[in-house]
């Protein structure tokens, strides 16, 4: 039972390059978040996914896109990367409705991405 | 726009002292609001929560405070202990949207 599992762990892009950041539950879940991670700015929400088939965008989106493959697999596109974009990046599920503590969200280890 | 945000970016309390962690948000629309507490180099983890139509709750070790008329949320940690030093955020829940303020920094002195 490993949680949320987050790929790659570090990455150093050039700008313009994309890449896909990848994460995958198994805690069968119905919500997934992204979150980047800045000195003193706290964890801003990029986007979410209420459920398999659903996606939002939340407070940081620009510069981003999702994709909810499956209930399972929630990844994070960045099309042009950018300096900006250098953060560290989390991906979040949260309990499902109708259960106990259905605030609590379960983290992965989180990406530190670099772009230069 | 709407945010969830602290007063304090750092607290410094003594090892065994009682700690007041406090979050300003301006969302009326939240359902939950929850506290979150992250150790260097991992994911926040969850302490605890609260129902907006509630004012109190209480854990183990931690009591959470909700002044809607202020829009303000707190979380006390009685006998604060080394373990509790970390980065505290609240957080807010507005249907399936979890938004995340900016953090306290909470050291423990010995």
């Known amino acids: 039972n490993a949680g949320v599992t987050q790929t790659p762990k570090f990455q150093v892009l050039k700008t313009g390059q994309s890449m896909t950041l990848q994460c995958a539950q198994d805690?069968?879940?119905?919500?997934m978040y992204w979150y980047r991670q800045d000195p003193g700015m706290g964890l801003r929400l990029i986007y979410y996914?209420?459920?398999?088939?659903?996606?939002d965008k939340g407070e940081v989106p620009n510069g981003y896109n999702v994709s909810r493959l499956n209930k399972r697999e929630f990844s994070l596109r960045l099309e042009s990367a950018a300096p900006s974009q250098t953060s560290v990046y989390f991906c979040?599920?949260?309990?499902?409705?109708?259960?106990?503590?259905?605030?609590?969200?379960?983290f992965g280890q989180g990406t530190r991405l670099t772009v230069v | 726009g709407e945010s969830v945000g602290l007063h304090l970016p750092t607290l410094s309390v003594q090892e065994g002292d009682n700690s007041i962690i406090n979050c300003a948000y301006s969302?009326?629309?939240?359902?939950?609001f929850i506290w979150y507490k992250q150790e260097s180099g991992k994911g926040p983890q969850f302490i605890i929560d609260i129902r907006s139509n509630m004012d109190k709750r209480q854990g183990q070790r931690v009591t959470v405070l909700l002044n809607k008329t202020v829009k303000h949320l707190s979380l006390q940690i009685a006998a604060t202990q080394p373990g509790d030093s970390a980065v505290y955020f609240c957080a807010e829940k507005n249907d399936y949207k979890l938004s995340f303020g900016a953090g306290t920094t909470v050291t423990v002195r010995a």
């Open positions: 805690m069968n879940h119905n919500s």
């Open positions: 996914s209420a459920s398999e088939g659903t996606t």
């Open positions: 979040a599920t949260l309990r499902n409705r109708g259960t106990p503590t259905n605030t609590e969200a379960f």
């Open positions: 969302n009326s629309a939240s359902d939950y």
